[in-house]
């Protein structure tokens, strides 16, 4: 996986990850990071812009599943995984399940030309190398970030081979299935 810019690391995940039940690959641990409830914070009240206008913020969503997706379009992982959360997010899309694919791209133009070759009707967002992807640093990209409900990381990790999407759909439709279906709209919506 291409490593981000600066050096970045994402241990926070692990022990929620432990204590989550859900099932998924363990979280990619480096160097120590902010508490899990200072990254859950973070993604709370951090604005998102979508990519053709629009902002959302992760607590905007709760009530939902959501699948928290971290790309550059300078990523060569990233151009196998995005078609495949694309996919996912069809698949999701009645479970009450969100994919919320964010680029750091430093450039919006970027990251809208990128998503409209890889994922297109994907609903994708851009933040900036210096947004959440930094103050949650992460270790690499690409990297998803699964949260329940009530905004709580379930799973987390690195990759974009099959097994790595298998276990982010698993997660998401077993935190879905754990807690009904939900309306399934809002901003955040992948299609």
């Not at 929620?16 to 979280?27: I, M, Y």
């Not at 508490?35 to 979508?50: I, Q, Y």
């Not at 809208?112 to 994922?119: L, P, Q, S």
């Amino acid at each position: 996986m291409p490593r981000l810019p600066r050096s970045l690391s994402l241990a926070v995940f692990t022990g929620v990850l432990s204590a989550s039940g859900f099932a998924g690959s363990p979280a990619h641990a480096a160097a120590p990071a902010p508490s899990p409830e200072s990254a859950t914070d973070a993604m709370a009240t951090h604005t998102l812009h979508k990519v053709g206008g629009g902002e959302l913020t992760l607590a905007a969503l709760r009530g939902q599943v959501v699948v928290l997706n971290f790309w550059a379009s300078w990523c060569g992982p990233c151009r196998k995984e995005l078609p495949q959360l694309s996919t996912l997010a069809g698949q999701l899309a009645t479970t009450g399940a969100r994919v919320i694919p964010v680029s750091i791209d430093g450039d919006a133009r970027n990251a809208a030309e990128f998503a409209h070759r890889f994922a297109p009707g994907l609903a994708v967002f851009h933040d900036g190398p210096d947004g959440l992807a930094r103050a949650l640093d992460l270790p690499a990209l690409p990297y998803t970030i699964v949260l329940d409900r009530d905004g709580r990381i379930l799973w987390s990790g690195g990759g974009a081979d099959p097994a790595t999407i298998a276990a982010i759909g698993t997660t998401a439709r077993k935190a879905a299935e754990a807690h009904g279906l939900a309306d399934g709209t809002s901003e955040g919506s992948s299609r």
